[in-house]
């Protein structure tokens, strides 16, 4: 069964400093990895796309990484502010298929 | 800017009345699903459509069916509400990608909240 699986499941930070989120997925033959955010209560909006040929993209502040051969991926956020406390959810594509990890949610502190 | 918008934020029902989520996007977009979304579950895919008056199940399709008459307009309907049915609703759109994969970005709608009680 094709699974996404995110970590960590909950994570509390301080405004300014960085995090990295983590996504592990066996889902084959694989397509495309996004990274969506979503505000609690609301949708989510797409952060970053990649298809297995690209290994990193940039959003302003989100950086995503893919590493097809280990089947992992990676959500960094540089200098957090309190706006990017949200759930930040992984989810990978075969071609018409999207298996969505259950996310981590971020609190950002003062 | 893509526009997806849902007919309810929260909606409360009784169980055993019929429960109509509507769903409109503004991008002329061929593509249009309907999720729901529990804790600790993820996004679950219940139906979507490729084209008006096309359907296809998702993953958890029984105890819903939808109906997409114009293209902008796709619809979620909940013939007998039941308890379990309680979760948040989620609609996207997208088009389809030129390169040929049917799905490439999704562009969600607010959600609407459903409680039926």
């Known amino acids: 069964k094709n699974q996404v699986e995110q970590s960590p499941q909950s994570l509390i930070i301080l405004e300014g400093k960085n995090c990295t989120l983590q996504c592990n997925y066996t889902v084959s033959p694989f397509s495309n990895l996004r990274w969506y955010k979503q505000d609690t209560g609301r949708g989510p909006v797409s952060l970053t796309i990649?298809?297995?040929?690209?290994n990193t993209k940039s959003n302003g502040r989100y950086t995503a990484t893919l590493d097809a051969d280990t089947k992992q991926s990676s959500l960094h956020i540089t200098a957090s502010q309190l706006s990017d406390s949200a759930s930040y959810i992984c989810v990978v594509s075969e071609a018409s298929k999207l298996t969505f990890g259950t996310g981590t949610r971020l609190q950002v502190t003062l | 800017d893509v526009k997806v918008t849902q007919s309810s934020r929260y909606l409360v029902k009784r169980t055993g009345e019929k429960v109509f989520l509507e769903c409109v996007q503004d991008?002329?977009?061929?593509?249009m699903f309907w999720y729901r979304q529990d804790p600790g579950l993820g996004l679950r895919l219940i139906y979507f459509?490729?084209?008006?008056?096309?359907?296809e199940k998702g993953d958890i399709p029984e105890g819903y069916s939808v109906s997409r008459e114009k293209k902008e307009r796709f619809s979620l309907i909940l013939e007998s509400a039941s308890t379990n049915q309680t979760s948040m609703y989620l609609c996207a759109s997208s088009s389809r990608n030129p390169t040929g994969a049917i799905i490439y970005e999704q562009y969600f709608g607010p959600g609407t909240r459903l409680t039926v009680t």
């Open positions: 990649m298809t297995f040929s690209e």
């Open positions: 459509s490729y084209d008006v008056k096309m359907k």
């Open positions: 991008m002329d977009h061929e593509n």
